[in-house]
């Protein structure tokens, strides 16, 4: 048998409370959005889960699609680099834009992807929405436009985020001691 020695992971947020507030924030959008077409762009890989839970609550007509985008090297450190690996879009033009994330760090991946969507379209609306906010390790001025949960300086693990490809499975969000 292959035994892995994984870190301990300390519990930040249970399977219940984090889709109690999907469906908090999936209800804010159906009010705002009413009957209104939305486009949402999941962050692959860590908003895997985010995404999909979030627009089984979505009431409005959805179209959802995926890019892909990598920052975070290998273990726990930020490279600041983002890096587009798949960043094919539908024609987002008139359309309002709702791109999911996993989390907000330094900033710099909701900018590449503001910038770019914003570059290459004309778009009707545009909201960045990440399940975490680490504001305190923030580098770009940029914020969401609604959002999960604030985390303080922790790697978190767990719903999506991952260390090395692991613990993306979990259905709670926790983090390890580094
Ligand atoms: P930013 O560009 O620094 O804001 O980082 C955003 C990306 O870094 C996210 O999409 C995550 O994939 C990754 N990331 C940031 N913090 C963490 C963490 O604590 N655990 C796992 N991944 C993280
Ligand atoms: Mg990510």
């Known amino acids: 048998m292959n035994t892995l020695a994984l870190p301990e992971i300390k519990p930040l947020f249970t399977e219940n409370t984090i889709q109690k507030r999907i469906k908090e924030i999936a209800e804010e959008l159906n009010n705002e959005y009413k009957n209104e077409e939305v486009f949402v762009i999941c962050v692959l890989r860590g908003a895997v889960l985010f995404g999909v839970d979030l627009v089984k609550h979505l ?32 024609d987002l033009n008139d359309k309002n834009v709702i791109v999911v994330e996993d989390i907000i760090d330094t900033g710099y991946t909701a900018q590449f992807i503001s910038t770019f969507i914003n570059g290459n379209f004309k778009v009707k609306s545009y909201k960045f929405i990440p399940l975490l906010d680490k504001k305190c390790r923030r580098e770009v001025d940029i914020n969401p436009d609604l959002y999960g949960f604030d985390i303080d300086d922790k790697f978190i693990v767990g719903y999506g985020l991952d260390l090395d490809g692991y613990y993306r499975n979990l259905n709670y969000v926790g983090y390890i001691e580094t």
């Open 59 to 90: 009431t409005m007509p959805v179209n959802m699609d995926f890019i892909r985008l990598s920052s975070y090297g290998s273990g726990y450190a930020s490279s600041g680099k983002v890096k587009a690996v798949d960043i094919a879009l539908p």
